[in-house]
């Protein structure tokens, strides 16, 4: 790897790897605000106040200076490690704020941390997020079903029973059987006739039959 070191072509890109690790950690800031950790590669300093295009200005690539130019490689590629330490310490904190977690701790603290804990903080708080998420999804559904089945039973409570239809003429016209039938029968058949109720009806009803 020392014939890597100092190139123009490896400092250019670590170059343009800060330059898009910054503007990923702004982004995360412009949701959670800018958080209180030592910078990785300046512990005497928080991660958040370091001037990246001072830093950037600084170590570049300087034709004819190879000690300079090995300097810079390894002074970028430090400062990579840092915004990719601040940058996951920048996502677990949004990930607890989303989680409307209550430990402010992590968020607060100034002491430098190694990467493999940031790391594993992070991963515990996506994990835990992540099954939170499925718990609501699967009680918002059940809410939902529970919903539909409600309202259900009210519109089978509420809607009115069906009324018997009433025998047309037009109706009788499309019955083939019926379209030959005598009008008297079609009468009938409209007009029912209606049964006596008291006695003295019935007998007379029986004496005309």
Known sequence: MSQFLGRQDCIESLRKDLVDLQGAILDVFS??????????KFPDKLSSNLDMVA????????????????????VLLELVIDRLLLLLQSFNAYV????????????QQKGC???????R??????????????RACTKTSRNRQTQRHVMRQRQC????????????????AYLPSLQ??????????????????????ILKLTATM
């Open 96 to 107: 607890e704020q989303i989680r409307c977690s209550h430990r402010r701790e992590q968020t």
């Open 31 to 40: 949701r959670t605000g800018p958080g209180r950790f030592s910078s990785w």
């Open 157 to 172: 409570h509420l809607s009115p029973p069906k009324l018997a239809q009433r025998v047309t003429i037009a109706d009788i």
């Open 55 to 74: 830093l950037l200005e600084q170590y570049d690539f300087v034709d004819g200076e190879d000690a300079f130019n090995q300097h810079s490689h390894i």
């Open 113 to 119: 941390l190694s990467v493999g804990l940031v790391v």
């Open 121 to 134: 903080n992070y991963w515990s708080n996506l994990v835990q997020f992540d099954n939170l998420k499925v």
């Open 180 to 201: 030959k039938a005598p009008s008297s029968f079609c009468h009938r058949i409209m007009y029912p006739p209606v049964l006596p109720t008291t006695p003295h009806a």
